[in-house]
């Protein structure tokens, strides 16, 4: 510290300025510098988990936040109800919508995998709706915490989207026309993929690999509710 720097007048420097927060009710708002292409990737648990808390801090801002699902439907391993569905549906300025098909492809687990290919078609059929909604929308300004999607959002998260392409129910190409269909100040969230996606190294702003070091799945933990569902 500088000899003419008080230890007040550093802290006035700060962010925060030196002072602990305290909520605020949540209003409609406005972000000032959203417009960012975010990926998260890796074979670590907490891609989704990392997304949907991002989602929730911007919902806490007063920004409108859509989470869409691509491969989350059900499994043996886990039950109907999900938490974080819970959590959303409690939250001003938060809304989700699952498009994932029973099991997961490439499982062997009894699902059908046309119907996987079919689902995913879907769900780059309703990004594209929400990205086109999007554009239409004045995102330098507020937008009803209640509003549908088709009104616009602040923040799209499009969770599991690597894994279709990496899988191949979606081509790489769908992904990138994604980023070029992205409204200027829309933040756009991309995640899944245990395989580097190489192909977004030059369009995304943001990219985060998740890396596991060690996971209890591999001594034969199952999915346990309140921290994979």
């Known amino acids: 510290m500088d000899d003419d720097q008080s230890p007040e007048s550093t802290l006035e420097d700060t962010p925060g300025r030196g002072r602990s927060p305290e909520p605020e009710r949540i209003e409609p708002a406005a972000p000032e510098e959203f417009g960012l292409v975010q990926v998260w990737w890796g074979d670590g ?8 808390g991002m989602g929730m801090r911007a919902a806490g801002h007063g920004y409108r936040v859509h989470v869409l699902q691509f491969m989350k439907g059900g499994a043996s391993s886990v039950e109907a109800v999900r938490g974080e569905y819970n959590a959303i549906d409690a939250l001003p300025g938060i809304s989700y919508e699952n498009l994932g098909h029973y099991g997961w492809h490439g499982m062997a687990d009894g699902s059908d995998e046309a119907d996987h290919e079919r689902q995913a078609r879907a769900g780059l059929e309703r990004a594209q709706e929400l990205l086109a ?47 070029d269909e992205k409204p200027d100040r829309l933040e756009l969230v991309l995640s899944g993929s245990h395989e580097k996606p190489t192909y977004l190294a030059d369009r995304a702003d943001l990219i985060t690999n998740v890396r596991k070091e060690k996971h209890p799945i591999e001594d034969g933990q199952r999915a346990r509710r309140g921290t994979e569902y």
């Open 45 to 52: 648990k907490g891609k989704t988990t990392a997304t949907l």
């Open 133 to 179: 909604a999007a554009e239409q929308a004045a995102l330098d300004e507020p937008i009803d915490l209640d509003a549908p999607p088709e009104d616009g959002v602040h923040m799209l998260v499009l969770d599991e989207v690597l894994y279709a392409a990496d899988r191949g129910l979606l081509g790489e190409e769908d992904v990138l026309e994604l980023i």
